[in-house]
């Protein structure tokens, strides 16, 4: 999405040629091939520990780190496998998003006009909002792990990058539909009319 925004900003008479369809499919299977890949190699050495604890985990859902807590084996070579991870399959997204948002904010500040910048921090506001809680939230529980009292935080956190923003994502980007909001209005009004009819009847 910040490559997008890059382009419709930075490079706009070029955006139709270069975000072209079969590019966005190959950044869809780079993505979705880039997780599958990092969650098997976890997913590979977990398989091989013993796990003799209790049964349950203090976490809203099967997370590595606190399920690493209830093996009873040596889990420092899973521990460093999983930092090396973050490090290979996070890392370059964020410095390329961050990279990206530098090239949009620099474009953005020499657009002359008022309204033209206001425009066009409208276009990537929302979606700069979006991955600042995803990065944050995600790097706050990784760097909070080793802490074992700040678990309610951690999970909590936690819910933020896995529930939160991908919740969020689609009613963001649609709202700033104008038919979307039309339709959302009516919708709410017509409830409100409902309801009030219901309550005098």
């Known amino acids: 999405m910040s490559y997008d925004r890059y382009l419709a900003i930075c490079k706009p008479l070029r955006y139709s040629a ?38 349950e985990i203090d976490h809203f859902y099967c997370d590595p780190v606190p399920l690493l807590k ?11 496998l999983n930092f090396i991870l973050a490090c290979v399959f996070t890392l370059p997204p964020f410095l390329l998003t ?17 309204t033209g910048r206001q425009k066009a921090f409208s276009t990537c506001s929302s979606h700069l909002i979006m991955v600042t809680i995803f990065y944050l939230t995600l790097l706050s529980v990784s760097m909070l792990s080793t802490l074992d009292t700040l678990g309610v935080l951690k999970k909590v956190l936690s819910l933020c990058y896995t529930v ?6 689609p009613l963001i ?10 339709a959302a209005s009516k919708a709410v009004g017509q409830y409100v009319a409902f309801t009030k009819t219901r309550r005098e009847s």
Not at 24 to 43: D, E, I
Not at 70 to 80: A, K, P, Q, R
Request: with cysteine.
């Open 18 to 55: 270069l975000m072209s369809t079969r590019f966005c499919l190959k950044l869809a299977a780079g993505s979705w091939l880039n997780g599958s890949l990092a969650v098997s190699n976890v997913l590979l050495f977990m398989s091989q520990f013993i796990f003799c604890g209790p049964n």
């Open 70 to 80: 209830l093996s009873c084996g040596d889990t420092h070579l899973i521990v460093v």
């Open 98 to 114: 961050q990279t990206s948002y530098m090239c949009i904010i620099g474009n953005i500040l020499r657009i002359p006009s008022a």
């Open 164 to 169: 939160l923003t991908p919740l969020v994502n």
């Open 173 to 182: 980007y649609s709202l700033r539909n104008r038919e979307v909001r039309d």
